[in-house]
């Protein structure tokens, strides 16, 4: 998934447990993928940035302290969240996230490990359309199905009846 995505110019940086499971030649290849938010530069974030955690809490998580990924973010700003985790923590996330004039999309991926290699991937999306729409590019790198299904928490919602 990382992979993909790493292929559209101006990608955005982003931490992704799953990388770092696969060892240094795969992390070699995408560049700014790193193991904790402290390895992101904060001025180095930008437009877009985009987080895949084991779980809620993981991503949640990212964001706080000195170094936290909320630290770099700038109003103006698209935080994509691929952690398959609850929805309330995402309208959570999305809430604080809009105080800082960030917008948050919640993107769960479905489709598994040989669709994530191909570029396969069927990716649910919740948050504001117009900050889903800013990232088209970086989802139609990871997935061939995209599916905007309404608001925060709305795309994890999805993915849990997806997995019933």
């Known amino acids: 998934m990382t992979l993909h995505a790493r292929a559209v110019p101006g990608d955005p940086p982003v931490h992704d447990d799953h990388v770092d499971a696969l060892g240094e030649g795969v992390r ?3 560049g700014r993928t790193v193991g904790d938010p402290v390895g992101i530069e904060h001025d180095e974030i930008g ?6 955690a084991p779980a809620s809490r993981e991503a949640e998580a990212l964001l706080n302290g000195g170094d936290g990924l909320l630290v770099g973010l700038r109003s103006g700003a698209v935080l994509v969240d691929c952690t398959s985790g609850d929805p309330a923590t995402s309208r ?3 809430a604080r996230l809009r105080e800082r004039g960030v917008a948050f ?7 598994g490990t040989e669709r994530a290699a191909s570029g396969e991937l069927s990716i649910i999306a919740g948050g504001p ?7 088209r590019d970086v989802f139609e790198a ?22 019933m």
């Open 92 to 94: 959570r996330i999305a």
């Open 28 to 30: 070699a290849l995408v």
């Open 47 to 52: 437009e877009r940035a985009r987080i895949d």
């Open 105 to 111: 999309v919640d993107a769960p991926v479905s489709g």
């Open 129 to 135: 359309r117009d900050a889903f729409d800013a990232c």
């Open 142 to 163: 990871m997935g061939t199905r995209l599916f905007h299904v309404g608001g925060s928490g709305q795309g994890l919602a999805m993915k849990l009846v997806n997995n």
